[in-house]
Each structure stands twice: as C-alpha cells, then as structure tokens.
C-alpha cells in the first residue's frame, strides 16, 4: 500500500484546498496500489459524496472565482493557474473581465458559492455561455451541477500526475 503521506502529497490537493478528501480516502482503506486514476477519482468521489451537505458547500466554496480577485492577485493553486490560463481567462478583454466579474458577484449572491466548471477544453466563450445560462438554475440543481464539475475537475487533475 502507497505510504500515507506520499499519497497525500501526490493526491491530495485534487480537491481545491480540500485534503480531507483524500485522507479520509486513504484512512478508509478505499486507497490501494497501484495507484490508477480511474481507482483514487472513485474513492476520493465516494467520500465527497459521503460527506455532510455543509463539508461539500465548504469545498465549493475552496474553489476560486474565474478570472477573479486570486488570479488578478497571482494567488490561486498551480492547478487553478494553469486550468484558467488554458482556458484564456488570464487574457481577457477589459468587457470580458468586466462580464466575469459581475457574472461571478451575481452567482455568489445567488448560490453562496464561486461558479465552478472544469475549464479543460473550453474556452472563455464556452464558459460565458455555461455561466449565462446556469445562474438560472434552482439552488438544488445548481449546487449538484457544481459538485459534479468539482468531481471532473478531480478527475482530470488525478488524469494528469497518475496513469490510467
């Protein structure tokens, strides 16, 4: 079995900011060698899914606003950096800064939570369009959107440092 903390500094920052994630992963002996990112992505998602609806809004709110204040700061995770400059977040036109800011005030006030989407292979009119027409939604429908898109942005982080 992976060692504890190899598997932490390896995999426990796919969920942003959220390594109790991954350790209560490991500790539930749901972790084993070796280590495949289809295998960790279900154990890390069962143990999200587990938690409390508090512990999941808590992770929701971990993740940063796009093209927002921590990237105009240089402040977000290397994975969140180099997600949203794939995305061309980090070239936006003075318009297109201005949209995602109010976007981004609008869906804070409206859901409590940053509006997250997993950004690889989009670019900043996919996102637009996706961020325009999901502050539609109900608060259930969009807190279980937002769930899912931090599930895939795990799974595409694990798909990145582990093989298949």
């Known amino acids: 079995m992976t060692a504890r903390s190899s598997f932490l500094s390896q995999c426990g920052g796919v969920f942003e900011h959220s390594q109790w994630i991954a350790e209560r992963a490991y500790d539930s002996g749901a972790v084993y060698d070796p280590l495949r990112a289809g295998a960790v992505h279900a154990a890390l998602c069962a143990i999200f899914r587990e938690a409390t609806k508090e512990e999941r809004r808590d992770v929701l709110l971990a993740h940063p606003d796009l093209a927002g204040k921590l990237a105009i ?35 804070m ?9 997993a ?16 502050i539609s ?8 959107t937002a769930c899912k898109q931090v599930e895939k942005i795990a799974r595409l982080r ?4 582990l093989p298949e």
């Open 73 to 107: 700061a240089g402040e977000l995770t290397d994975e969140s950096k180099s997600e949203q400059a794939g995305a061309g977040l980090d070239r936006l036109s003075e318009a297109e800064h201005t949209e995602f800011t109010r976007l981004n005030s609008d869906y």
């Open 137 to 144: 939604n109900s608060e259930d429908e969009e807190f279980d």
């Open 109 to 117: 006030r409206r859901f409590g939570f940053p509006f997250i989407i």
């Open 158 to 161: 694990l798909e990145a440092i």
């Open 119 to 134: 950004v690889k292979g989009l670019d900043k009119d996919d996102i637009l369009s996706a961020f325009r027409t999901r």
